[in-house]
Structure formats: structure tokens, C-alpha cells
């Protein structure tokens, strides 16, 4: 009797351990998904405060940053999130490092929103230096994206 009750116990532990993995498995991989798109989302809201960057005849171009490095060598992954920067019209620092991401991705899932927004930037009357170099930086995007069409 007595070495029933310690088979039975330790088959049950074995299968309640076993089950305990295999549902456990799941759950941490949705919960290490969820945390790294948080950690995307925070390096990308982290665009909006990227440095001016190198400063050429009185325009600035976007540097890497911290920030920038992290989003690129997140590849694809990242993506969806860039786009998602470029639309933030009321922020033209983050249009501008997300556009610079995406040129150094070499990714052409944004040039539609890109193409929009610097359509949007453009036909402002008056625009300010950040909307300007927002506007140069989606112009540079664009641009390399329409060669790389052509060759």
C-alpha cells in the first residue's frame, strides 16, 4: 500500500509537471512578445526627443542614436511601429527619425504614409525648421526607395 501511494504520487507529480510546461510554454512566450513590443514602442515615443543631428549649411540631418541603432537591428519586427510614427503629423521629430529608420532598413512597407505625409508637410504655408527637416529626411526615403524601383 505504501509504495502505491508513492508511485501514484510521484506519477502525478510527473504529469502535473509535464502539463504544468507545456501550459506554461505558451504563456511566456505571449507575455515575451508582449514585452518586446513594448520595448519597441518605447525606443520608437524615445524618436521624438532624437538629437538635431549633424548640422549642414543650416540643415540638420538625422544621426544615429541609441535609439535608432535598437529600431534597425530589430529589423522587421519594428516596422509596423515606424509607420505607425509617421503618421504623428504633430510631431515632426519623430517623422523625421522614423523615416530615417526605414531608409537605413531599407524596408518600403512606409512609402505609402511617407508619401502622404510629406505631401501633407509640403503643402503647409508656413513651416517651421523640425517640419523642414522632417520633410528632408522623408525626401531622402523616398528618393532612395524610387532608385532602388529604377535599378
Not at 16 to 37: D, K, N, T, W
Request: with cysteine.
Amino acid at each position: 500500500m505504501r509504495y502505491t501511494v508513492r508511485f501514484t504520487s510521484a506519477l502525478l507529480g510527473f504529469l502535473l509537471g509535464s502539463s504544468a510546461y507545456f501550459v506554461s510554454r505558451p504563456m511566456f512566450y505571449r507575455i515575451s512578445v508582449r514585452h518586446e513590443q513594448q520595448t519597441l514602442k518605447k525606443h520608437v515615443d524615445a524618436l521624438e526627443n532624437g538629437a538635431v543631428g549633424t548640422v549642414n549649411l543650416g540643415v540638420a540631418q538625422a544621426a544615429p542614436t541609441e535609439d535608432t541603432e535598437y529600431l534597425i537591428s530589430q529589423g522587421e519586427a519594428a516596422v509596423p511601429l515606424l509607420i505607425e510614427a509617421l503618421k504623428r503629423d504633430d510631431n515632426p521629430n519623430t517623422i523625421r527619425y522614423a523615416a530615417y529608420c526605414l531608409w537605413r532598413m531599407r524596408s518600403d512597407r512606409g512609402r505609402e504614409v511617407a508619401a502622404n505625409i510629406y505631401a501633407k508637410l509640403a503643402a503647409k504655408e508656413v513651416n517651421n525648421m523640425e517640419e523642414v527637416d522632417a520633410l528632408r529626411e522623408l525626401s531622402i526615403y523616398l528618393k532612395d526607395l524610387d532608385h532602388e524601383l529604377e535599378h
